[in-house]
């Protein structure tokens, strides 16, 4: 504790050393005659063991006040940690309080010490909750779960609790953390998710997730009907093996690397023509875009891809009717120049 140290009590013979020298310390001041040697001894006992008492009494006054000095301390600490701490007698009835457990609470701490703990927990989870103190008297090491605690006036409080039992398995310790709002924030990071799954369900152009290996891990419906199978046959695979060429990879690893040195999530490709194959073996022409994108601290690249196979076929066919357009153009004009 610092400069509260606690004082050492001194050994019974250094008091008694110490007793001595203050008594002929006395002594020197005070000139006593006794005509009785055994006298003189007793009444010297008796000043040496007055003094003794004296310092003992001291010492213990000393003690006293650095202990309380130290509960005082230690109460502040308890009293106004972030944490909520309460104790459980073994049927799990509170105890001891702090302030932070009785705000998670929502009301008085004179209120709450008495009552049963888990009438303050949802009621849904409260089987949960005493199954939970089973495990902690049963293994005697500290668990944790999460649960709901209703709140006096306002919305239940999402809390992490870990709970270890005394020694003799007569009293409960729990540490409480309001975990609400970084419940809140992965909850509607999950909505967020859902709601991007959803919107690229209903995307016409196909969508792929990769990995930072180039191994998928998610395909819309449009990506299933343009290579002919289902997520399922081609999550985890590496699908620049299957279906598109090496650069594939090399574009989706150069989009992490890009993001993630400079923290964007936008389209480091370009729209490019390349040709892929269906899972059958047939090929497809594709116009394909990919970006970055970051999901619970990982990195992966999406791919855009829009067939535009039979925009190339009609491209190639009008190609072939000008080719021949232009034949027929030059072989009238030759015609016409030897009339």
């Known amino acids: 504790m610092g400069t509260n140290q606690s004082r050492e009590m001194p050994s019974g013979t250094e008091l008694r050393r110490l007793a001595e020298a203050e008594e002929k310390s006395k002594a020197a001041d005070t000139t ?29 006054r000393k003690a006293r006040n650095e202990l309380e000095h130290a509960l005082v301390k230690y109460t502040d600490l308890y009293d106004f940690a972030p944490v909520g701490f309460f104790t459980l007698d073994g049927n799990g009835v509170i105890t001891a309080v702090n302030l932070a457990g009785a705000a998670l609470l929502g009301d008085m701490r004179s209120a709450i010490i008495g009552r049963t703990f888990r009438l303050f927990i949802a009621v849904s989870e409260r089987h949960a909750f005493s199954d939970f103190l089973g495990r902690v008297l049963t293994c005697k ?13 306002a919305r239940p409080a999402i809390v992490q609790i870990e709970a270890m039992a005394s020694a003799s398995g007569q009293e409960y310790r729990l540490a409480l953390i309001d975990i609400s709002e970084r419940k809140h924030v992965e909850h509607a990071l999950h909505e967020s998710e859902e709601q991007m799954y959803r919107l690229a369900e209903m995307a016409v152009d196909g969508i792929i997730m990769l990995d930072d290996r180039g191994a998928v891990t998610f395909c819309n419906t449009a990506a299933e009907n343009m290579f002919g199978c289902t997520a399922t046959e081609i999550t985890d695979l590496y699908f620049h093996r299957s279906v598109i060429s090496k650069h594939l990879l090399d574009a989706v690893q150069q989009a992490i690397a890009h993001s993630r040195e400079h923290g964007a999530e936008s389209v480091i490709c370009k729209p490019t023509e ?23 601290g990982k990195w992966h690249a999406i791919g855009i891809m829009r067939d535009i196979t039979e925009r190339k076929q009609l491209e190639e066919d009008l190609q072939n009717a000008h080719d021949q357009l232009e034949v027929f153009l030059s072989e009238r004009a030759k015609y016409l120049t030897c009339q």
């Open 274 to 296: 390349v040709i892929a194959h269906r899972m059958d073996g047939t090929e497809l022409s594709l116009e394909l875009s990919i970006s970055a994108l970051e999901l619970h």
């Open 32 to 60: 006593l005659f006794h005509s009785d040697s055994d006298t003189s001894r007793l009444y010297h006992e008796l000043q040496v063991h007055q003094v003794e008492l004296e310092m003992q009494n001291s010492e213990l």
């Open 141 to 153: 090491i500290k668990e944790s779960c999460e649960l709901s605690l209703l709140h006096k006036s």
